[in-house]
């Protein structure tokens, strides 16, 4: 079973950073790409950032592209989400997240495991 913790979630005025980590067990964690997902109150959940086993490719959502950085540290079964310049609307509870397969995928859909999610709060 896959067991995923996150932490640094936290109240930012605009602008400013935080950075938030995931710790991972349960299963080869160098193996498997990860992801962040965010929800905001009344809407759905979103993809934010994902990572491939390796580190070497990434990928992210259009809204944060530019102000947030995904890595990983296979060493240390962790994977991080720097976030910069942030701003009201990136206000939701952020889920770090990992899928039951190998292949690389932003499909929230394709993700199996859960952590229990941080706040992010950013005050205008």
């Known amino acids: 079973q896959v067991h995923l913790v996150e932490s640094g979630g936290g109240l930012v005025q605009t602008g400013g950073s935080l950075r938030l980590s995931c710790a991972a067990s349960?299963?080869?964690?160098?193996?498997?790409?990860m992801g962040w997902f965010r929800q905001a109150p009344g809407k759905e959940r979103e993809f934010v950032a994902a990572?491939?086993?390796?580190?070497?490719?990434?990928y992210y959502a259009d809204s944060v592209k530019g102000r947030f950085t995904i890595s990983r540290d296979n060493a240390k079964n962790t994977v991080s989400l720097q976030m910069n310049s942030l701003q009201p609307e990136d206000t939701a509870v952020y889920y770090c997240?990992?899928?039951?397969?190998?292949?690389?995928?932003?499909?929230?859909?394709?993700?199996?495991?859960w952590g229990q999610g941080t706040q992010v709060t950013v005050s205008s």
């Open positions: 997240a990992a899928p039951s397969s190998i292949i690389w995928t932003i499909q929230i859909n394709k993700y199996d495991y």
């Open positions: 349960g299963r080869t964690f160098s193996s498997y790409p």
């Open positions: 990572i491939s086993s390796s580190g070497m490719s990434t």
